[in-house]
């Protein structure tokens, strides 16, 4: 099976059999990044991003990920156990994203209880994660926070996804930091802050939003006695400032309240 995927994958034109999508999806949190990650995670996005499949098994995958749970595997085991958890959430991204991209054959594919289900998901993994390992010397990337950021930033930006539920999402992004113990080493904050900017660009938060949860959340006076902590909110808040800023988003108080925090 590795062998007949490692050729599909060089090829243009080609399409997946029910049993070959099985294979990734067994193998979703395979030890060997190899597999896991060159293998598994690149075959789904060539079938996803290519429509190598049919609307019949791209809507298979999303009610196996329903079914199985498995963005919850084994909570809250770290090592082996975060693989799978880690890239179901990756696979959720990749599913979640044709499902509101016009053009697409899998648009509006996903069925009502799957796509409520990656939403609900995409804003409880975050608060239970607790493995922050980024790069791992036999497993490779393991990154679980950086996928979760990926889809909690692409549920987000569903033109599905409750308006109402921003708050939430704010809240997640703050008990991240208000809890860690150390820092991120692997430049996860960068992708957490993804969630922020990609938002406001599609309007989905507003900047005075983002202001006042910045002003209600006391974060300076939570990190003022805990460097990194206050780091890695710093390298958080760095990029939305310099991508909003970037598209003259900000006014000079909200640069003000940025700048105070960075």
Not at 136 to 145: C, E, M, R, S
Not at 156 to 163: G, K, L
Not at 233 to 259: C, G, M, Q, T, W
Request: proline letters at 3%.
């Amino acid at each position: 099976m590795q062998d007949q995927l490692v050729l599909k994958l060089a090829m243009d034109n080609c399409v997946y059999t029910d049993e070959e999508i099985n294979w990734c999806l067994e193998n979703i949190g395979d030890v060997n990044p190899d597999i896991r990650d060159g293998l598994v995670y690149l075959s789904f996005c060539k079938m996803i991003d290519e429509e190598r499949l049919t609307v019949d098994q791209f809507k298979a995958i999303g009610q196996w990920c329903q079914s199985e749970q498995s963005i919850y595997s084994k909570l809250p085991e770290m090592g082996v156990p975060t693989l799978k958890r880690s890239f179901t959430a990756l696979l959720q991204t990749l599913l979640l994203w044709p499902d509101d991209r016009d053009g697409s054959a899998f648009q509006g594919k996903l069925s009502r209880a799957v796509r409520e289900y990656f939403f609900k998901t995409a804003l409880e993994y975050l608060r239970l994660e607790t493995d922050d390992t980024a790069l791992h010397p036999d497993f490779g990337w393991v990154h679980a926070f950086a996928h979760g950021a990926d889809l909690l930033a692409v549920a987000a930006c569903h033109s599905q996804f409750p308006s109402i539920q921003m708050n939430k999402v704010l809240e997640v992004l703050g008990d991240i930091f208000l809890t860690r113990q150390r820092r991120f080493v692997g430049d996860e904050e960068g992708r957490l802050a993804a969630v922020i900017i990609r938002t406001i660009l599609q309007g989905k938060l507003s900047v005075q939003g983002l202001i006042d949860w910045l002003k209600k959340g006391n974060f300076s006076n939570e990190f003022i006695d805990d460097w990194d902590r206050q780091q890695s909110f710093r390298l958080f808040l760095l990029p939305i400032y310099v991508e909003l800023d970037h598209a003259n988003l900000l006014e000079a108080s909200d640069k003000d309240v940025l700048y105070a925090l960075i």
